[in-house]
């Protein structure tokens, strides 16, 4: 049996790494793993690194369960560090009407598995005095926290080759055309054949479905991120906001070297064709007024580099997941709306034990391409 994999993020590596070690894999699986670029260069690595289940979809929940349970494992799974610090997530409030957002989130949360710490005035400034005397409540998640995106897709994919993944990184896909025992993939070095295809082509998801006859509303999108200058540790856990307006959400987090990494705001639009998304300044400039209104601390600190990158957007803001409306033995997994980061691992998981044994270990129908087919998926 070989498994084709196009786009080679986290939930590309991820899955590769979970086909190949899973116990039911058959001795003759073979599995590539295709991107036109660098291994996890994409949207995996232009993330903000956050591992968090606060603020969630409920329909996403359990999935984010499991995905943690993983996260809390994978520096013995692969063999290295990819600096997953449980430090915990905390979400500060600064409006009555964001108060109301998130005890309501929090007494749904609990139905889902997920308790969270509701704080008082007296307790951010108690627990947390890095925060503005302006926040008047807050939720801690204390069992959530970051990892580092740049470190994650490269070790799930060496982890992979070293149980015989093949890599076909800097590797343009053309078409990709139905067989009658599988998919061929064009590529200017000729065609790759596979039995399975998976589709974990991020923002280029779309377009890998479209070759296959199947739509999906999606929108790429550029996140804007930056990162400080190393200052004093005094940050422990991921840092957001109870937003009741889109505009007002801002992030942050400091590494163990000090620099404080941060995002939020308004995202920008990105062609596919390069794919390469750029920052806009005035969203940095207000970024950076957000947060000395955050955390007064930072106020006046030096900004050393902004970034952006190519998320997927879906119009629904759920992820495209699972099997085909329309062809056997083809599977999908993008579209994670920028918020997939804390999903990868349980993803991967998900889709290898979906492609091989034709089960899920949590419910995915919500994320299946079918709610736009009119039609429902194969092999469910």
Wanted: proline residues 6%; charged residues 15%.
């Amino acid at each position: 049996m070989h498994i084709a994999i196009l786009g080679g993020g986290l939930m590309g590596t991820a899955s590769a790494f979970f086909l190949l070690t899973h116990p039911k894999a058959p001795k003759s699986l073979k599995v590539t793993l295709i991107d036109r670029g660098a291994i996890g260069a994409g949207a995996t690595v232009a993330s903000f690194g956050n591992v968090r289940r606060q603020g969630r979809d409920f329909r996403q929940m359990a999935l984010a369960h499991h995905s943690l349970s993983l996260w809390n494992r994978l520096e013995k799974m692969l063999g290295c560090d990819v600096e997953f610090r449980a430090t915990g997530h905390i979400r500060g409030v600064f409006h009555q009407e964001a108060l109301q957002d998130m005890q309501n989130f929090a007494a749904a949360a609990q139905k889902h598995g997920l308790d969270l710490e509701l704080l008082d005035q007296a307790d951010m400034r108690r627990r947390f005095p890095f925060f503005s005397q302006d926040a008047i409540a807050g939720s801690f998640s204390p069992h959530d926290g970051s990892g580092n995106p740049r470190l994650v897709a490269p070790a799930f994919a060496q982890a992979a080759a070293r149980q015989g993944l093949v890599i076909r990184d800097h590797t343009q896909v053309t078409s990709v055309t139905p067989t009658k025992d599988g998919f061929h993939i064009q590529t200017p070095d000729g065609i790759i054949a596979a039995d399975l295809l998976l589709n974990t082509a991020g923002a280029c998801g779309r377009q890998v479905a479209a070759w296959l006859d199947e739509s999906a509303p999606l929108t790429p999108y550029g996140p804007q991120m930056g990162v400080t200058e190393p200052l004093a540790h005094r940050i422990l856990p991921v840092v957001g906001v109870w937003a009741h307006r889109p505009a007002d959400v801002i992030y942050c987090r400091q590494v163990e070297r000090g620099n404080v990494v941060f995002g939020g705001g308004p995202r920008e639009d990105v062609a596919l064709d390069p794919g390469h998304a750029k920052v806009n300044p005035m969203t940095t400039l207000h970024q950076i007024e957000a947060l000395s209104r955050l955390i007064p601390a930072l106020q006046g600190t030096a900004v050393i580099r902004t970034w952006s990158g190519c998320e997927g957007y879906v119009d629904d803001m759920l992820p495209i997941m699972g099997p085909s409306a329309g062809h056997e033995g083809l599977f999908h997994a993008f579209g994670f709306c920028g918020h997939g980061f804390q999903l990868g691992p349980g993803v991967g998981a998900e889709m290898a034990e979906l492609i091989l044994t034709g089960t899920s270990l949590t419910d995915t129908s919500p994320f299946h391409i079918a709610r736009f087919q009119d039609e429902t998926p194969k092999g469910i």
